[in-house]
């Protein structure tokens, strides 16, 4: 069934009408998709420019990554005096994505086509950065009249789960980002089927993946966990923007 399909949508994309249906007139457009993935979030914003066939693209992606090992727990106190929270987890992890691309109009509208596919490819550097994950936990001996619940990075040394409360609420605690180096590679299919020429929205299916030179402390190494240095994802989301 696959086979068939690509054959279709090969052989569509080049016996277009040649009168009327193609434009080799330089375009441009500005358009930005959000996306989600079985690890995470994230969004970008798309630059393109070049003939109605082809496009060059400039981009800016972020995105956050999850590791597949995260599981939220109940703290061991209850709900009433805590938050669920991860247990295991070192840090959050998002990607910066500055990239250069090329996409080909697959299949333009024309009078039998009411939507418009785009394949895209786009490579550049990943920049990913940690932050620390804050916790609730519990301190003693801190004095008559102190609380004894007190925030602090997780430390599989220090915090067993008895001693944590939950998680901590966002921005209850500082940053303290640190930075891992890599590079990423994500694959597109747009759909889009704006009425008007003029404007983009539609549907995107896209494969990312983001390899970096060490590995990224998700997570802490406990019971044979390893974390990862390579993140392969699918994707889908919906893209607007406009096009002159």
Do not use: C
């Not at 693209?57 to 805590?82: C, K, M, Q, W």
């Not at 990239?99 to 299949?107: E, R």
């Not at 009425?195 to 970096?212: A, C, M, Q, Y």
Request: glycine share 10%.
């Amino acid at each position: 069934m696959n086979k068939y399909f690509w054959a279709i949508l090969v052989i569509s994309w080049i016996i277009q009408p040649v009168s009327g249906q193609r434009n080799y007139e330089t375009t441009g457009g500005i358009f930005f998709d959000m996306f989600f993935t079985s690890r995470g979030m994230g969004g970008g914003l798309n630059y393109s420019f070049g003939e109605d066939r082809k496009h060059y693209l400039i981009s800016l992606d972020f995105h956050s990554t999850r590791d597949l090992h995260e599981s939220p727990v109940n703290p061991a106190y209850g709900r009433e005096l805590g938050r669920k929270y991860v247990y295991g987890k070192l840090n959050y992890f998002y990607v910066l994505t500055p990239s250069f691309g090329i996409s080909y109009n697959l299949i333009p509208k024309n009078g039998m086509n009411y939507a418009n596919l785009r394949g895209m490819i786009k490579a550049g550097p990943a920049i990913g950065l940690l932050n620390p994950y804050y916790l609730e936990v519990y301190k003693p001996n801190q004095g008559p009249g102190t609380d004894n619940r007190v925030i602090e990075a997780y430390d599989p040394s220090a915090h067993s789960y008895n001693r944590i409360f939950g998680r901590a609420r966002l921005f209850s605690s500082g940053f303290d980002l640190n930075t891992r180096v890599g590079l990423s590679i994500k694959t597109m299919a747009l759909l889009d089927f704006a009425p008007n020429p003029r404007f983009i929205h539609g549907l995107s299916l896209g494969l990312n993946t983001d390899l970096f030179f060490h590995a990224v402390p998700i997570m802490a190494e406990l019971d044979k966990l390893q974390n990862q240095r390579i993140f392969v994802v699918g994707s889908l989301g919906f893209i607007i923007g406009n096009r002159w």
